[in-house]
């Protein structure tokens, strides 16, 4: 057996995205070396999770007796490391397909971005990825996977790789169902062997591992169904580690909720915030999940079904008696006990932020710092909560500085007797909003508006449409309805420009910029500047304008509306050169030049080098 096992020796190559992926991995994640000891514990967990489910349905397994634990032993001498698992096991195929290939195509293309971006991976994602495995070259040169799969009958199969270009895979007569992983450390990684090291990992992180996990002959993990605890009995170092575990943190959880519910239905939950949001927070919809128990057997660790995409940022468990146990994933995602409990996580979350956002604003302000744009999109999905989601609902304003929130709730207590609208101001970040020409009646006059920077709320804006009778009005749109201006005694009257006036400038603008704009218009907003852009009743929100072109959406030209501020030094200018000569150069090109720099700092301005060589005629002129 083991003779002709030497002679079918296969050679394989890794696929070409994997070498760049090992090759990110070993340079780049060594921050956390302790992480492949996580990584091989949790698929080690997993493949004893997959035999207990086949017990449970009461298939036929080999070795059928075999006690599901894992087990370590080191050798520090020699510096060797070896983990078994009495798991499922892989065949051929599988060992080439699992640990051949990337699992998630994505996972490469988005670790090259941070990276490009100047970012370093941190050594917590790496089992976000589903590759978690090949962590293990980060300690090691060289990885012996020996195993057999827990189907009656199957073949015992070696897998040897450096992590270089290729493996091998050659058959073994290997008796034990499962796999043993096994190594020799690197001198850099060789307290690896040392008892005392891998204890005190797996205390940290793999502590509450569903099966025991020994080093030699010691059990080291508790195993133990924390969220079955009653609150009182709960520590919260215990906590801490717990939530540790479920979400592959290195850092204490912001909170916590701890469930327990009886009645329509029946189960119990220990749920966690984390302290900060991962890289890409909305990638995590995708493969982020709570782990789900049936009567504290594990069924899987990615119950996405569990809650609602905008509240997918906590982690945890959820343990219920009401699933069946030999519940497939296909079942679960349909059962309507699923959705009942989906509907309770989602009251309590809710019901926790509130209480968070009333009795402890500093840590509402920190989720909603971390995860606000995920969880501002539930507006447009869960119309049960509007309301509540609204309330939870945190913006810029200027009524602000820089940095501290306020709520829908606050911005009304502020409005003035006569304000009918919430105003609101969309755009890239707070510096370039507070610049808009658009603010300035607002600000003269104390109108508090809302300063949305977040890229989401563009999206958010139509869903919100209205708060307690209330409707958000974008300042940049024309139709809104503005005080007339008191005049204070200061400004002087006697060079206010005549109505006459201002429409013969007006005709000259109209006729200068052509089809460029929709309308010119004077203004009631403009205080210091001379001129500014809005949007029609019926246009589209500049901001939203520029995500869509962000996005390479087909955007049709959007006219504006010019308006002008007739109480400016410029202006005045212009409508005394109009009455000298209506067709001089220097009047039709400051119009044009008005009207790109309105575009400019709205930061659509398509051709900046005709805007310069304008800009040069004219200081050409001005310094004649
Ligand atoms: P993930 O665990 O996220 O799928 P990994 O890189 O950690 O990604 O593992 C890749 C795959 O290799 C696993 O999905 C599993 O199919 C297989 N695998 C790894 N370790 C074991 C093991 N101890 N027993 C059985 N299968 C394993
Ligand atoms: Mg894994």
Known sequence: ????????????????????????????????????????ISNASDALNKVRFLQLTNQELSDPDAELKINISLDSKKQLFTITDSGIGMTEDELIKNIGTVANSGTLNYLEQIQKNGKKP????IG???VGFYSVFMVTDEVIVETRHAEPGSKGYRWTSDGKGTFSIEETDRKNRGTSISFRLKDDYKDFSEDYRVKSVIQKYSNFVDFPIEIGKEKINKVEALWRKSKDELKEEELTEFYKFVAGDFEAPLGHLHLSLEGAVNFKALLFVPPKASMNLFYDLEDKGLHLYSNRIFIQDDAKDLLPDYLKFVRGVVDTEDLPLNVSREVTQHSPVMQKIKDVLTTRILGMMEDWAKNDPGKFEKLTKNFGPLFKTGLNNDFTNREKIIKLLRFESTAKPKGELVSLDDYISRMKKKQKEIYYLTGDNREIVEKNPNLEYFRKNDYEVLLLTDPVDIFIIPSLYEYEKKTLKSIEKADIELEEEKKSDTEKQDDLLNPDMVESLIKVFKETLGDKVEDVKTSKRLVDSPVTLVVGKDGLDPQMERMMKMMNQEVAPQKKILEINSGHRIIKNLSRLNIGNSADPVLRKSILHLYESAMLIEGNLPNPTEFVQRLNELLEEATK
């Open 128 to 130: 976000q990825f589903g």
């Open 122 to 125: 941190e050594g917590d994602m």
């Open 1 to 40: 057996m083991a003779k002709s096992a030497e002679k079918s020796k296969k050679i394989y190559k890794f696929k070409a995205e994997l070498n760049q992926l090992l090759h990110l991995i070993v340079h780049s994640l060594y921050t956390h070396p302790e992480v492949f000891l996580r990584e091989l």
